[in-house]
């Protein structure tokens, strides 16, 4: 399936005039998650962001939902990027190089694949790694998503409360190269305890608006840290990209 994709590059970093210029991202973040984008930027690594429209698995053992559904955004997202280059290739050679010959999903006037202007065009991007991850909460079998509507995320949180769950995250790097390239993936898990919740208390965080888009209906570096007792594991995964499994998959990342 082709991907709508669209972003910017981050991050800024001060130039030696006293200006701020874009750094050259070092890989691609197939999510549009911002709790996902705030953490590499948290720990300062500069990136790109295309944002895959892919059907994701909601059923099975977690581990493998949260891996499949990493490798389609990844994949998909590498679908584009490919298929950019290539475009960019073949409309350069008809047109003489013409500025933005080959353009895939960038916003007006990026002239490139998703990037902002002068940021992230199609030969920027190409050779880039590209990140895909995904995240959901288990409570044995049964697996939490994103809620549908307010009575679908009271009806997980009241699951949830006064239990132990899982929060498992995917990931998949896939990294250009020679012969396709290669295709790499790492799982990780959080235990999560809620301390146990009342109606009014259920219906106090619901009423936030802090659940939607959420993993499971709540945010633990929000509002939603007040339904948690105790937590086993990476903060960060259940915040939504575990980073010490990242720099398993990725130690280059951190390299300045």
């Known amino acids: 399936m082709r991907s709508a994709c669209s972003s910017r590059t981050w991050r800024e970093s001060a130039s030696p005039e006293g200006g701020r210029g874009l750094i050259a991202p070092r890989l691609i973040l197939a999510s549009a998650s911002p709790q996902r984008r705030a953490i590499l930027e948290q720990i300062g690594v500069p990136f790109t962001v295309r944002i895959p429209a892919v059907p994701e698995l909601a059923e099975g053992p977690p581990a493998?939902?949260?891996l499949e559904n990493a490798y389609r955004k990844a994949a998909a997202v590498a679908g584009i990027v490919s298929a950019g280059r290539q475009g960019g290739e073949a409309g350069a050679s008809r047109a003489g190089g013409e500025a933005g010959a080959g353009a895939v999903g960038g916003e007006a006037g990026a002239g490139g694949l998703g990037g902002e202007a002068g940021?992230?065009?199609?030969?920027?991007?190409?050779?880039l790694p590209i990140l895909g991850v995904d995240t959901v909460v288990s409570l044995g079998a049964r697996i939490f998503g994103k809620p549908r509507d307010e009575a679908h995320a009271a009806e997980m949180l009241a699951a949830l409360a006064g239990?132990?769950?899982v929060v498992f995250s995917g990931l998949c790097l896939i990294e250009p190269g020679p012969a396709g390239g290669r295709t790499r993936t790492a799982a990780a898990q959080t235990?999560?305890?809620f301390r146990a919740?009342?109606?009014?208390?259920?219906?106090a965080y619901v009423a936030t608006g802090e659940w939607q888009g959420r993993a499971g209906a709540y945010a633990i570096q929000g509002v939603g840290a007040t339904l948690v007792n105790r937590i086993e594991g990476d903060y960060l995964g259940v915040v939504g990209?575990?980073?010490?499994?990242l720099l398993d998959l990725a130690p280059w990342v951190?390299?300045?």
């Not at 940021?119 to 050779?127: L, S």
């Open 163 to 165: 239990r132990r769950h």
């Open 191 to 193: 235990v999560v305890e």
């Open 241 to 245: 990209l575990p980073v010490s499994t």
């Open 119 to 127: 940021a992230g065009g199609v030969d920027e991007v190409g050779g």
């Open 64 to 66: 493998e939902v949260v």
């Open 197 to 203: 919740l009342d109606r009014s208390a259920l219906d």
């Open 254 to 256: 951190m390299s300045g």
